[in-house]
């Protein structure tokens, strides 16, 4: 029997050939930033992970420019401004953000905007309510210059750059705008979108055929015989591979070895992972083991509780080919909600650019808990109003409870009673 952590292990190894075809460059796509598709008008980009560094075609801010409305000035003029013996400026021509570059003339304040170009001749920038009046006069509407006359007072002097946006202070030409591997969530989508960006190379995402055995599987809504259930892992666990940013191929197999090859077979050259779910314990009809057991997949007992009977290997599907990766699930549903949490979905996530770990916590057992001593058991709890863990019950038909909870419960192998208080390991899943 191996332990969690070393099944973990191989599943990752299992898979470390796939990540290396997503990070080399033939396997990316070339996706519109912000062209809409589908039928949620989801940004194209959005989610997806830079295949590629994207360098900066340009310097941002391109052009230096005012953070604040006020008077560009230049310091050295205000160098001698007091508050008891203020400087007086004549007002000068105006730049509002979209104007071009003006010229400042030295001895004079320019009113400009919040992102308005930086008058060539000033260097900094004195907001309009520190001035004497606090806001600009006879200026507004398309007007862009004041009454001649018309002056300002600074009663401090101001530092060179002050409340000035330099050229390339946000990101210089040539530097690296995102880097490989950069996850497009919306900061990044707006800096790729104000460098002038339309368009950028994205890894592809992984494909998985997700295939649910079971002779008593019928789909969801669909009419029952007496002795038949619903399929949830399938939507359960398109769900889950779905948030960890994987496509789903789904087929749903009777208990027939055949059935379950065919279906393999059928995906050949179009998936790059295969979960598979049922099958694999001890009856009579273990269509799963029966099937794949021969082609190259190792069906091993982890000392985990659920998802102790456990598979993995590379099957070949068509000849020549290096084989697809193919990991089994146990089929009750909390089995396979759990052994994705823990062998899949870290890996997963990370070839998708998204955080691969669970947030995690040491909180209190609000009541005494018992567990296998010889197993890694992961209860399903929730946290009560004084931040104690009320831990559920361990059986694996329990997805109802699950559905309920708001934290995975860790009791490590060599723990056989735990009293109320003591503290445990739980992984967040309310998010
Ligand atoms: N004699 C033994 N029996 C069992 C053992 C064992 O060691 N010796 N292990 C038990 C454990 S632990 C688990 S976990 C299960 C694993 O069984 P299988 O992976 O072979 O799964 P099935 O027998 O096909 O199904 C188990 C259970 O889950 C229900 N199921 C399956 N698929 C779905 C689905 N898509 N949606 C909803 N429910 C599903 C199925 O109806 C069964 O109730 O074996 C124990 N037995
Ligand atoms: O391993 Mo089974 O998953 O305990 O119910």
Redesign the pocket.
């Known amino acids: 029997m191996r332990t969690f952590v070393e099944h973990q292990r191989a599943v990752r190894e299992l898979l470390a050939p796939l990540h290396s075809s997503l990070e080399a460059a033939e396997g990316a796509e070339v996706l519109a930033l912000d062209a809409v598709s589908g039928p949620h008008g989801r940004v194209r980009a959005h989610g997806r992970v830079l295949a590629h560094d994207v360098i900066a075609p340009g310097d941002l801010p391109a052009f230096a420019n005012s953070q604040m409305d006020g008077y560009a000035v230049a310091s050295a003029d205000l160098a001698a401004a007091r508050p008891e013996q203020p400087v007086e400026l004549p007002v000068g021509r105006t730049t509002a953000a979209g104007d071009p570059i003006r010229t400042h003339a030295r001895g004079t304040a320019s009113p400009v905007m919040t992102g308005a170009a930086l008058p060539h001749g000033a260097d900094a920038v004195v907001p309009v309510e520190a001035a004497d009046p606090p806001r600009f006069r006879g200026l507004g509407g398309s007007a862009h210059d004041v009454q001649p006359g018309t002056t300002a007072r600074f009663a401090h002097p101001v530092a060179a750059g002050t409340f000035v946006r330099a050229i390339g202070t946000d990101v210089a030409r040539g530097a690296v705008l995102l880097p490989a591997g950069a996850r497009l969530g919306p900061a990044q989508l707006g800096t790729l979108a104000a460098a002038g960006i339309t368009e950028v190379a994205v890894r592809r995402r992984i494909t998985v055929l997700l295939l649910?055995?079971?002779h008593?599987?019928r789909a969801a809504g669909a009419p029952l015989e007496p002795g038949q259930?619903?399929?949830?892992?399938?939507p359960?666990l398109r769900a889950a591979l779905d948030e960890a940013g994987a496509l789903v191929r789904d087929t749903?197999t009777p208990?027939d070895p055949e059935a379950v090859v065919d279906a393999l077979e059928g995906s050949a050259g179009l998936v790059d992972l295969v979960i598979t779910?049922?099958?694999?314990?001890?009856?009579a009809f273990?269509?799963?083991?029966d099937a794949l057991a021969a082609r190259g997949v190792e069906f091993v007992?982890v000392a985990i509780?659920?998802?102790?009977?456990q598979g993995l290997g590379r099957v070949i599907l068509s000849p020549g080919t290096a084989g697809v990766p193919v990991v089994?699930?146990?089929?009750?549903?909390v089995?396979?909600l759990v052994s994705f949490e823990l062998f899949l979905r870290p890996v997963l996530r990370a070839f998708a650019g998204l955080a691969p770990d669970r947030p995690r916590a040491h909180l209190k057992l609000a009541h005494a808990v018992n567990s296998p001593i010889g197993k890694h058991q992961v209860r399903r709890g929730v946290i009560d109003g004084d931040g104690a863990v009320e831990v559920g019950a361990p059986s694996?038909?329990l997805?109802h409870a699950y559905a309920n909870a708001t934290v995975l419960v860790h009791l490590p192998v060599g723990i056989d009673a735990l009293p109320a208080g003591a503290l445990v390991d739980v992984w967040r899943i309310d998010d």
């Open positions: 649910s055995t079971g008593e599987l259930i619903h399929d949830a892992n399938t359960m749903l208990d779910t049922g099958g694999v314990s001890a009856g273990e269509v799963v083991r007992s509780q659920p998802g102790g009977p089994t699930f146990p089929g009750n549903p089995s396979a694996s038909h997805l």
